[in-house]
């Protein structure tokens, strides 16, 4: 399991974009995003560079990565 502390999310759109944006390169990922504390799950661990990617690419600053 990754995890991600993220910059940004404010709301369900954002949270969307992201659980999106990793779906389309990973479908089977489950995807969990704490909006309050700007936390995302994936449990996804085969490249977390490529998460963390993906997670910019949704527009949102990756701060923070750890191997749960």
């Known amino acids: 399991m990754l995890q991600f502390k993220v910059s940004g999310m404010t709301c369900g759109g954002?949270?969307?974009?992201?659980?999106?944006?990793?779906?389309?390169?990973?479908?089977?990922?489950?995807?969990?995003?704490?909006l309050r504390g700007q936390i995302v799950k994936v449990?996804?661990?085969?490249?977390?560079?490529?998460?963390?990617?993906?997670?910019?690419g949704a527009g949102f600053p990756v701060l923070e990565k750890t191997t749960l």
């Open 14 to 34: 954002c949270v969307a974009s992201v659980t999106r944006a990793i779906k389309l390169e990973y479908p089977s990922a489950s995807v969990d995003i704490d």
């Open 43 to 56: 449990d996804v661990v085969e490249d977390p560079a490529s998460v963390a990617r993906l997670i910019e």
